[in-house]
């Protein structure tokens, strides 16, 4: 359980200080569920953690059951997967930038560009998405701008992809690990763009205030999959992501939202299991 809780935390954007706050527990009490000392917490403690994360009683220890799942590796040693979600699960939002371009009556670059000079900052949680509709505007010299529904419009679903990511969560452990404005993950699953399967673990950046391809983004990934460097898989659109990830000790595999059919099947065949491994 105490891996699952670091998890719940993590992708709730939250240090331990801060859920220690949150909870009305001791630094030392929560340390010690994280790390496996403390096995069995009061029920009353679990409780008070589960307020404090957002998610109900159940959702936590079914979670914490759930997290139990017989590990797979592949031939290569894969036991984990991430999967980028813009030019991966769905693909890229170019159209919005064109819808825009259109609205405002400015070249799709100059849109581009202003709308890539506040992307990190959003992304990172470190401005709302209200200040960053503001910023655009102002930027294009427009009234109002709804980024969301520019976004929402662009997004579909890149075919065969649901059908690869419910294979690989039967088989392996697997999460979402994306450079994403604030909510908009959520709203993607909710509206079904995004398969809505059981995630192992879910890093949102604007969530754990870091973005790909920072150092810290992937730390964080690998304590929250609980695997070393060389059993993470990556499956990411962006070369700068797939490098960092390298030099992290993982194993990358390049997504090409335009040959999906391609990009899928190396990533199959990459994942190929591995009979003869413990599990």
Sequence with gaps: ?????????????????????????????????????????????????????????????????????QKKHSKTGISFVYFDVNGCLVHFFQ?????????TGLPVDVVETVYWHYNDQVCRGEMKIEDF?????????????????????????????????????????????????????????RRGLVPDISYD????????????????MYKLAQEMAGCEPGEILLVDD?????????????RVSWFDDYNSAESIAKIRQSLEIDDTHPR
Aim: glycine letters at 6%; aromatic letters at 6%; hydrophobic letters at 40%.
């Design 201 to 216: 673990c879910i890093v949102d950046s604007s969530k754990v205030h870091a973005i790909k391809p920072e150092a810290k």
């Design 133 to 189: 509709n503001k910023e655009l505007a102002k930027r294009l010299k427009v009234k109002s701008v709804s980024w969301h529904e520019f976004y929402f419009d662009a997004v579909k679903p890149i075919e065969g992809v649901s059908e690869l990511v419910g294979w690989v969560n039967s088989n392996y452990r697997v999460g979402l690990l994306t450079n994403t404005m604030p909510g908009f993950l959520d709203e993607l699953v």
């Design 95 to 103: 159209g919005a930038f064109t819808k825009l371009s259109e609205v």
């Design 238 to 250: 962006s070369r700068a992501n797939l490098m960092a990830a390298e030099k992290s000790g993982w």
């Design 1 to 69: 359980m105490g891996h699952r809780l670091q998890v719940t935390r993590l992708s709730a954007g939250l240090t331990q200080q801060m859920l220690c706050q949150k909870a009305n527990l001791s630094y030392s009490t929560l340390a010690k569920i994280e790390r496996g000392a403390i096995k069995s917490p009061s029920i009353f403690t679990i409780q008070s953690i589960a307020d404090a994360l957002g998610v109900s009683l159940d959702e936590l220890i079914g979670a914490s059951k759930a997290h139990i799942k």
